[in-house]
Structure formats: structure tokens, C-alpha cells
């Protein structure tokens, strides 16, 4: 989360210095609009997206800022619509495989929910991401027919083989154009 916009353009060059060339920039503070622009601006190589969007207003705000895609934490009918129609891509989290079905059946396949937890739990230490290590996953059958690659701030964090591992599929993934 970036409380001030000034620290958006280091946090880029930062992510883009260790590899990481996607950044997305939560609407949990007023700072969002102007640190996506602030990126958008002067980081060229970094693709930026707005998060935690929630309303038509924000989201509308995220891509005249210079947001290139837009992560939502629930489904609003008239947000999908826009990105729909402006070709804008959406992820949407989604609590019940009610939501999930209605954000597929309302955008035909051109979103992609998410599931969220009712809880979440961080406490994964032998989880198979935590132990998972660069190597063991086999990214041409992870990739094969995938157009966009989504990653959570939290993978990294797991563990020091989750963050080598996390590492290893960006840039496989911008390896495949994904």
C-alpha cells in the first residue's frame, strides 16, 4: 500500500531493479490516483494496475491515471461492464461460486475471478508454495494458453524458496510474452 505518492516511483524502480516489472497500486488510500500516475509517468517498463477497486468512479480514475488492468476484490456490475467495454482487464474476487459464475456468465470469459477466503490464514510454513523451490514446477504446462499472468504480494513473502520461486515465474512468464 503507498500512503503517499512520492514513494510510488522508488517502490517501482525498486520492483523493476529486482526483476519485477508488473506493480499494482491498491485504492486504499487517497495517494492511489496520483501514485499510478507518478509510475505510469516515469517507469515505462513497469506495467501498473490499480487494486482494490470497488466503485465505476475508481476504476475510471485507475485508467486515465494510467492503470493497464484492474484488480477488484468483489463483483460490481457497472466497473466490469467499463473494463469490458474499454478493453480494460479485470480480476474480481469472488467469495462464492455464485459470484464466480455471474461475473463469467456477465462478461463471457473476459474477466477472471478469483476465489477469496472467508479467512485468511498466513501462517504457511510447510505449505507446498513454501517449499516449493525455482525448478520444481513445469512453467511451458503452467503457461500453455494463458495470456495473463497474476501474482499476489503475499506468494513472495512466504518463504525464501516461495520468493526464488515467485522470481522465477515472472520472468518466465514475460519470457512467453504472457
Same mark, same amino acid.
Given at each position: 500500500?503507498?500512503?503517499?505518492a512520492?514513494d510510488?516511483?522508488?517502490t ?9 516489472d ?10 492511489a ?7 505510469a509517468?516515469?517507469?515505462?517498463d513497469?506495467l ?11 476504476c475510471?480514475?485507475?485508467?486515465e ?15 466490469? +461492464? ?27 470469459w ?11 490464514v498466513?501462517?504457511?510454513a ?6 516449493? +523451490? ?6 511451458? +504446462?503452467?503457461f ?8 499476489t ?8 524458496s516461495?520468493m ?11 519470457? +512467453?510474452?504472457?
Amino acid at each position: 500500500m503507498i500512503d503517499d505518492a512520492k514513494d510510488a516511483v522508488p517502490t517501482a524502480q525498486a520492483l523493476l531493479s529486482g526483476g519485477i516489472d508488473v506493480m499494482e497500486i491498491t485504492f486504499r488510500t487517497a495517494a492511489a490516483p496520483d501514485a499510478i500516475k507518478a509510475v505510469a509517468d516515469n517507469c515505462p517498463d513497469m506495467l501498473v494496475g490499480a487494486g482494490t477497486v470497488i466503485t465505476l468512479e475508481q476504476c475510471q480514475k485507475a485508467v486515465e491515471m494510467g492503470a493497464k488492468f484492474i484488480v477488484s476484490p468483489g463483483f460490481d456490475k457497472e466497473a466490469v +461492464k467499463w473494463c469490458v467495454e474499454n478493453s480494460v482487464a479485470i480480476t474480481l474476487g469472488c467469495v462464492t461460486p455464485s459470484v464466480v459464475l455471474a461475473g463469467w456468465a456477465f462478461t463471457s470469459w473476459r474477466t477472471a475471478p478469483i476465489s477469496l477466503p472467508s479467512k485468511v490464514v498466513y501462517d504457511r510454513a510447510y505449505s507446498a508454495i513454501a517449499l516449493a +523451490k525455482p525448478g520444481d514446477i513445469d512453467w511451458d +504446462k503452467v503457461f500453455e494458453g494463458v495470456d495473463w499472468f497474476h501474482i499476489t504480494g503475499i506468494t513472495p513473502a512466504i518463504s525464501e524458496s516461495a520468493m526464488e520461486l515467485s522470481l522465477e515465474s515472472v520472468k518466465v512468464a514475460k519470457e +512467453k510474452g504472457t
